[in-house]
């Protein structure tokens, strides 16, 4: 790969030594001060990046997708199994088996057109091994580009069937927005790139601007609908109030969510503003020239590092910055390479050259590239009309595919705001009587979503926990909309250790294993900075049962009902 890129760094200066000695060959006969001028002229632009080209953006944004690739497969690598594996709480090879029974009872296209996967290929006596290949395969690749800065369709495109493997079995762990926005970003990802080469400024394959343009077209969906989904929505987005709600009742709050909940009311105010600003009218600056396309990316960055800053929200708002860098040229990007050599150089190189009047003549496969690149805006134009009549829609809806592939899909976050924090607490007892009222309950407490009311909130970004994630849609739904509560429960009673790697603490660790387990239902609140008792970041008050104690003998009919396997077997 070294030699590849060093290859065509020397075919480079080859040329441009070439370009020069013609040049000098057709100026014998200018004058001495137009020859000093030339000279001067030329030095410029070998050191000074011109507008209008995206080699350098092409870098930036491969190994920003591969940064979140990364991640999204390290997660998938430590969780999966407890969630979607052979004991998980959602078993995927159930769910291949009911689309499977779905469609008729064959593995054939329908089945793989209703779940896109190449598990249907792969042999299901270890699902858990294949889980784990699929992300060590998909870590591994994203690695290789995240760290050279160099990928070819083969690789951008394996990445994406990957994780469109694991997004479609995922069932409620993946059924969130940032998933299909991987995916868009991702398949976009796999046309900045040549078919096969691995270097990073190929010489014979220009970054498209069709390309540049998708990413930009993406961002511009993303910040509308998420706009659009909050003015058509809840009330308090309109009252300039929701801001009053959010750090508090977020997901999975942050260190800096609790100081930033106690700015005063008019910042709150403020904060909301700005974001109808950022979400409603700065998207529009893309179409309107190269400065105010910059305007927008630079607004959307800092708009979305404000989000990183102020809670946990999976990995969403550092990939919505991905096609934030599409508004950025070479000239603007320029800042973040070392000048006189690598990628930045050969950039200069190639400018000199066209400056200078050499251009490569078209082969077959340039010709092919374009007829690529054009299909390419034909089909994102032709799946995007659905998605504008969604955001034109008074009915619009958020985070949904209007095809299977998730290729152009709409976009929202917050439409609502919760005003007030419930959480679900799951507690243990060894006593043999759980209405005995000396009955002593201890709580197990999860990796990151609120509980110990001493506990510092936890800051994990672009990291996501998504039990914690689902416990937070768990609290303000009932057990029987969330079975999946009553099934970790189970698992709980038995001492499961693959459960229990998804928390943070054990009350019953080298202990026998708990007679009963029930859910309690509370509400939370952020103390007062010097108010409320000491060292407490939170205060909390029971609401009541959130489901009714359970030991493994009442479990079994149910467990058998949902065809799980029993936590003691």
Not at 216 to 240: H, P, Q, S
Not at 474 to 483: D, L
Not at 513 to 541: A, D, M
């Amino acid at each position: 790969m070294a030699t590849h890129s060093e290859n065509s760094e020397s075919i480079l200066r080859k040329r441009r030594v070439e370009t020069s000695k013609k040049t000098t060959t057709h100026s014998d006969d200018n004058t001495p001060n137009n020859e000093e001028d030339t000279c001067k002229a030329k030095k410029k632009e070998l050191v000074t990046l011109q507008t209008g080209t995206y080699w350098l953006t092409r870098i930036v944004l491969l190994r920003s997708i591969a940064f979140i690739y990364f991640i999204a497969f390290t997660v998938a690598y430590n969780q999966n199994k407890q969630l979607i594996g052979e004991r998980g709480l959602l078993p995927c090879k159930d769910y291949l088996l009911s689309v499977k029974r779905y469609v008729g009872g064959k593995i054939d296209m329908s089945a793989f057109a209703y779940t896109p996967s190449i598990l249907w290929f792969l042999d299901w006596t270890d699902m858990d091994a294949n889980l784990d290949g699929i992300a060590l395969v998909g870590m591994a690749l994203s690695g290789f580009v995240l760290l050279t800065g160099t990928a070819n369709m083969i690789i951008m495109a394996m990445l994406w069937v990957l994780y469109h493997s694991l997004v479609s079995v995922g069932q409620i762990w993946y059924s969130f927005g940032w998933e299909s926005q991987l995916l868009e970003t991702g398949f976009l990802g796999i046309f900045l790139c040549p078919v096969w080469s691995l270097s990073q400024v190929p010489p014979r394959c220009p970054p498209s601007l069709i390309s540049i343009w998708t990413f930009r077209w993406l961002i511009v969906r993303i910040m509308l609908g998420a706009g659009l989904i909050k003015i058509r929505g809840d009330r308090c987005w309109r009252d300039l109030t929701c801001m009053d709600y959010h750090y508090e009742t977020q997901p999975v709050p942050n260190p800096m969510s609790y100081y930033m909940h106690q700015s005063p009311w008019w910042f709150h105010r403020f904060e909301v503003l700005s974001n109808h600003f950022i979400e409603l009218i700065v998207p529009l600056f893309t179409f309107l020239g190269r400065r105010m396309c910059m305007v927008n990316g630079t607004l959307q960055i800092v708009f979305q590092v404000t989000l990183i800053v102020s809670g946990n929200l999976s990995f969403l708002n550092w990939l919505t910055i991905v096609p934030s860098l599409a508004c950025f040229d070479d000239a603007s990007l320029g800042f973040l390479f070392s000048s006189g050599r690598g990628a930045k150089q050969a950039v200069l190189d190639l400018q000199a050259e066209e400056a200078a009047g050499w251009t490569p003549k078209p082969t077959r496969g340039m010709l092919f590239r374009r007829v690529v690149n054009v299909a390419l805006g034909v089909l994102i134009g032709y799946l995007s009309v659905p998605v504008v009549l969604n955001l034109l829609s008074s009915k619009q809806v958020m985070n949904t595919s209007f095809d299977p592939l998730r290729i152009v899909n709409t976009y929202g976050a917050f439409g609502s705001i919760t005003k007030e924090r419930t959480e679900v607490i799951l507690q243990g007892t060894l006593n043999e009587d759980p209405k005995d009222p000396e009955a002593v309950w201890e709580e197990y407490q999860f990796l990151c979503k609120p509980g110990d009311l001493t506990r510092r909130p936890c800051l994990i970004s672009p990291y996501h926990y998504r039990l914690d994630w689902l416990m937070w849609f768990a609290a303000f739904q009932t057990y029987e909309q969330s079975e999946w509560v009553i099934h970790i429960a189970g698992r709980l009673l038995a001492n499961d250790t693959s459960i229990l790697s998804l928390m943070e603490y054990n009350p019953f660790q080298g202990r026998d294993n708990p007679r009963w387990v029930r859910g309690e239902h509370f509400k939370y609140r952020f103390t007062l900075p010097g108010s409320g008792p000491q060292g407490k970041w939170w205060v909390r008050k029971r609401i009541g049962a959130y489901f009714p104690a359970v030991d493994l003998v009442a479990l079994r009919g149910y467990f058998k009902s949902r065809n799980w396997p029993h936590p003691d077997l």
